[in-house]
Every structure is written in C-alpha cells, then in structure tokens.
C-alpha cells in the first residue's frame, strides 16, 4: 500500500510562492501515476495537477500558467511549485498516488486510491 506523506505547506502572502512536496514511502515515484488535489472550506475537494506514469500532466484551469507539478526523481518525490498565489487557493493540499484508469482531475480525486493527510496552504490578501 502506497503512503503518500506531504510537506511544504505554510502562509504566504497573495503574489508569493510555495513548494510542496510529496514522497511515497517504499515505492519509486516514477512508477506512479500522481496528483495534488486541495479541499477548502465549505468546498469539495477539487483536482489542481495530475501526472501520469509517461504522458501529459494535467492541471485545473484556475492554476495553468501559475502552478507546475513535477517529479525529482534522484529524490523520488512529487512536487507541486505555486507561483503567483492567490488567497483563493487557501485549501488543504493533499497528494494522491496510483490511478488504475487514468489521473483524472474530476470526481473530487475518484480516480485516485492512495491519499495523504494533506498540508495546509494559506494565502493572504
């Protein structure tokens, strides 16, 4: 079973940047199809970039151009760089592991098995 640990999380103010991170305990992050999905308050979660196994990554429309997600992998682990936040993407960010039928962004994560507990990110005005 993959576990999926996050990090990085913090406050920042509106403009600034952040990097998550994210390591899957045991397991080689390029043999993963992963995600980051982030859940705010009152919301559902929703997805915000996904990466498959070999293919194209996938992000939500609310962070092209501002969010990229990446895979290190000599550091086997996934990240997500947030340039340019906005305090609408104050959320909890978690990270998702192995997706059977593809890295949908939709469905609230559905496609994913494996979460971790999620990084508080917070981006003032």
């Known amino acids: 079973q993959v576990q999926p640990v996050e990090s990085g999380g913090g406050s920042v103010q509106a403009g600034g940047s952040l990097r998550l991170s994210c390591a899957a305990s045991?397991?080689?992050?390029?043999?993963?199809?992963m995600g980051w999905f982030r859940q705010a308050p009152g919301k559902e979660r929703e997805g915000v970039a996904t990466m498959p196994i070999s293919g194209t990554t996938r992000y939500a429309d609310s962070v092209k151009g501002r969010f990229t997600i990446s895979k290190d992998n000599p550091k086997n682990t996934l990240f997500l760089l947030m340039n340019n936040l906005k305090p609408e993407d104050t959320a909890i960010y978690y990270c998702?592991?192995?997706?059977?039928?593809?890295?949908?962004?939709?469905?609230?994560?559905?496609?994913?098995?494996?979460w971790g507990q999620g990084t508080q990110v917070t981006v003032s005005s």
């Open positions: 998702a592991a192995v997706c059977p039928l593809g890295p949908s962004l939709s469905g609230g994560g559905g496609a994913f098995r494996y």
């Open positions: 045991g397991y080689v992050v390029s043999n993963l199809c």
